[in-house]
């Protein structure tokens, strides 16, 4: 089975009362030197057998028309997810 990550964040433009939140809370942990912190979203989506451009083209189309809001929201990165890359909790 493969998988495509597609990645959404917030406009530039637009508020983040999340990402400040975490921003804020940052230096009370005693974790310095970042200097903006913006959320954003990641779906992963599986397909029978290897991603294919066709997989990609049609991942393209649901983050743009269903996974994002278009308003508010940009679409940074729609990839395959390479099978020997870390998964989360392996770092």
Known sequence: ???IVVD???????????GQAVAGALPRLGIEGFTDVRQGKRFVLTVEGEV???HLA????????LLSNPVIEDVV?????DATAPTEGDA
């Open 77 to 81: 990165a729609v990839h395959a997810l």
């Open 58 to 65: 049609h991942a393209r189309q649901a983050a743009e028309t």
């Open 8 to 18: 959404v964040m917030l406009k530039p433009e637009i508020l983040d009362p999340q």
């Open 1 to 3: 089975m493969g998988s």
């Open 52 to 54: 294919t451009d066709e």
